[in-house]
Structures are given as C-alpha cells and as structure tokens.
C-alpha cells in the first residue's frame, strides 16, 4: 500500500499487472525493432510480418475482423486506462495521523467501522435493530426503534453517530445520514 499524501487515499502498488503490461510492451516493441533495424540492413522483414501485410491488404477498415479487432484492442486499453487510474484500495478509509511528517499512515477498513458504529448505534434506548453502511463521504445508518418516539431515537442516533465518527480519527470524516422506522 502506498499513498502520496498525508491525506490522501491508499492506492494498490498494481506491481504484477503494471510488469507484465511493459514486458509485454517491451516484448512487442524489441520485435518490431529487430524487423526494422533487418530491413534497414537489407535483409528481408520477418515472415510473420510479411505475412500480415497480405493479410491487411486484402482486408478493408469496412471489415467485420478489422472492426472486432479494433474493438477489442479499444476496450483492452480502456480497461488499463482504469487500472490504472482508479485506487485500488476503496474499502480502506484513511485516518488523521498526529505526525504527517513522520511517514506513518494508518487506515480503517470500511466493514470494521460499520461494525464499530453499529454496536454504537445499538445502545441506544428503543433501538431494535440497525444497519450501517460507511461510504468515503456517508454513513447511512437505518434504524427499527419499537417503543419510543422515533425523533427521540433519531436525536440520540445523531449524537451516537457523530461522537462515534469522531472517534474513528478519520482524515475526512464521513457525514451521517439516519433513517428510523418501526
């Protein structure tokens, strides 16, 4: 795990697919030179590249093959484009640190603080069950209260809520949004 901010999400190193992608690359490119350093010395192109080349002219950019092929290679790279664009470790929230400059993170993982404010969420009078969901900015907490009036439980859910988000330590902690029904 690796991050560039203090506070800043956690992202995935990606090394596996990030080596074989330029392997891969690598690869392709170190061929395509060989073939054309060859031809350059004279000597004739590579088969399997002479081979290609009929094959492209006979084939028209009309071509049910040359659209499929080109579809394919499109949603291959937008597929690395998103790799390697989103952070790879969503369920990880970051939390403050007193030092930022002493290069030490800490993250809480969205489950666990689900579970941390649903046993808070559940000491509170009249509540019979509760559901927490933590997203990056929202809580969303759903309540069954079954004998009190449900703006009390609702008041004393918000204040649960919000002292149980501050004790988290998040680096930016997510607003609460409570629902309560019988």
Known sequence: MRASAAGARFRSARRIPAAVTALVVLGAAGLLLYDLVAVKAHRPGMGWRRDLARQLERHAPADTAVIVGGAVLALLGALLLLIALTPGLRRVLTMRTPDPEAGVRAGLGRKDAAQVLRDR????????????????????????????????????????????????????????????GR
């Open 121 to 180: 969420a559940m000491e509170v009078p009249g509540v019979r069950s509760v559901r927490v969901k933590v997203g990056r900015s929202r809580v969303g907490v759903r309540a069954t209260s079954h004998f009190r009036e449900l703006d009390d439980v609702r008041a004393d859910l918000d204040e649960v809520l919000a002292a149980g988000i501050g004790e988290l330590g998040l680096a930016h902690p997510p607003r609460p949004r409570v629902r309560v």
